[in-house]
């Protein structure tokens, strides 16, 4: 079943969990994370990044995610993540995304406003949520160099950004970066806590690969409806093919396979331990056909 993100991430917020947000860049990481989705039987956001349009293009992307989600047994949001302009966020609504995410966080704090704000009021004209970035969540090799107050959301800020914008959900920087790091990122659980207090909608975290299962588990019970992963997937299935050495493109393929579904039984594990006995009340009245 295909839904929006709306009532899912409330949901999540006022549980005390996260909902796992998985990258997808190919029919076998999408169909790997439906699996685990429907082992679990809990909803999954799956994403396809405007960055990885060399792999696998939004039209592409947004025909497979729907094709598979539809017949998933779980809700499915299938996600534009990391939209970068109206245009592209345009045409992923009309395409069939069900949220979209604009990511003007690179620019100005006033560009990054209107930029949200008109893709905001173009989306719910159709009933489709939108997450929007505040604070650059930068980039794991550059991890630490700018280690000080200022890689972190304010959250008087955040606040203004939201009713400014209208956007329904927020990502945040409180100290993941995308990509792999060296070492396990230091999260501020302090400025978390007071973004969850002062922002009224559903917080993300970006950058949640190899930030430490203990660290996600806490965002998530502290605050953060949302964790994205991509680049643990990538690792994680070529290091399972490095050890195993399958000798056939048969084999390989399910080597990699096995190893993305055992890292996100994994994450929905630490992402929602939390979640317990939360009621499935998401999904009714909101599914998109
Ligand atoms: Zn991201």
């Keep these: 079943m295909l839904i929006s993100s709306q009532e899912l991430l409330a949901d999540a917020r006022e549980g005390g969990y996260a909902v796992p947000h998985f990258n997808y860049w190919s029919r076998a990481s999408l169909q790997a994370h439906i699996r685990v ?19 696998m293009t939004l039209e592409e992307g947004v025909v497979l995610g729907r094709y598979y989600g539809e017949r998933a047994s779980v809700p499915v949001v299938v996600h534009l993540d990391h939209g970068r302009n109206l245009e592209n966020v345009r045409r992923g609504i009309d395409n069939g995304f069900t949220s979209v995410m604009i990511d003007a966080s690179e ?7 209107a930029r949200t704000r008109e893709v905001v009021d ?25 280690n000080d107050d200022t890689i972190y959301t304010a959250v008087d800020l955040a606040e203004q950004f939201v009713e400014r914008t209208g956007a329904d959900s927020l990502a945040v920087s409180i100290g993941t970066a995308h990509g792999a790091y060296s070492g396990t990122p230091q999260i501020n659980f302090e400025r978390l806590h007071e973004l969850r207090e002062g922002v009224g909608v559903p917080l993300v975290l ?12 806490r965002a998530a019970r502290e605050g953060i409806a ?4 991509f680049t643990d997937f990538m690792t994680a299935a070529f290091a399972a093919v490095k050890s195993v050495q399958p000798s056939t493109w048969w084999d390989l393929e399910a080597v990699g396979f096995d190893a993305m579904t055992a890292l996100g039984l994994h994450y929905f594990e630490v992402f929602q331990h939390a979640a ?8 009714e009245g909101t599914t998109h056909e």
Excluded: F
């Design 37 to 55: 989705a429907e082992a679990v039987g809990r909803p999954v956001i799956l994403g396809i990044a405007e960055a990885h349009s060399h792999k």
């Design 107 to 113: 620019e100005d704090y006033e560009v990054n406003v």
């Design 122 to 146: 173009y989306a719910h004209a159709k009933g489709i949520q939108v997450e929007a970035e505040i604070g650059h969540v930068g980039d794991g090799s550059t991890y630490g160099a700018a």
């Design 206 to 217: 970006h950058g949640g690969s190899s930030s430490g299962d203990e660290n996600l588990a």
């Design 226 to 229: 949302k964790i994205n992963i």
């Design 276 to 283: 317990g006995t939360v009621a499935q009340t998401y999904g």
